[in-house]
């Protein structure tokens, strides 16, 4: 069993940055592909970015390539995520997950691959 729990949410003001982190128990975080999705009022819940288990790999939504940065950091069981030119779009719920169910490259984009969630963390980017 894993447990995620997230940190690091706020509010900034647009073009500003944040770092979330995503900190997990269990001895067997390294064999997971681990990923951020975010939920808007409103809206339905979203990918944002995933990374393999060695961290070699990554994969980000459109709406985020070039502003964010996935990583994790397998001694610590962390995942982070870089947010940098942050948009009124990107205010949301920010949950990490984790997976067992990733695809031959080791990261899943789907909701439905991941087996674990964290409760959460608001973030809020002020225009």
């Known amino acids: 069993q894993v447990q995620l729990v997230e940190s690091g949410g706020g509010l900034v003001q647009a073009g500003g940055s944040l770092r979330l982190s995503c900190a997990a128990s269990?001895?067997?975080?390294?064999?997971?592909?681990l990923g951020w999705f975010r939920q808007a009022p409103g809206k339905e819940r979203e990918f944002v970015a995933a990374?393999?288990?060695?961290?070699?790999?990554?994969n980000y939504a459109d709406s985020v390539k070039g502003r964010f940065t996935i990583s994790r950091d397998n001694a610590k069981n962390t995942v982070y995520l870089q947010m940098n030119s942050m948009k009124p779009e990107d205010t949301a719920v920010y949950y990490c997950?984790?997976?067992?169910?990733?695809?031959?490259?080791?990261?899943?984009?789907?909701?439905?691959?991941?087996?674990?969630w964290g409760q959460g963390t608001q973030v809020t980017v002020s225009s």
């Open positions: 997950a984790a997976s067992g169910r990733t695809n031959s490259a080791g990261y899943a984009i789907e909701g439905y691959q991941y087996d674990h």
């Open positions: 269990g001895r067997t975080f390294i064999t997971y592909g």
């Open positions: 990374i393999n288990w060695s961290g070699t790999i990554r």
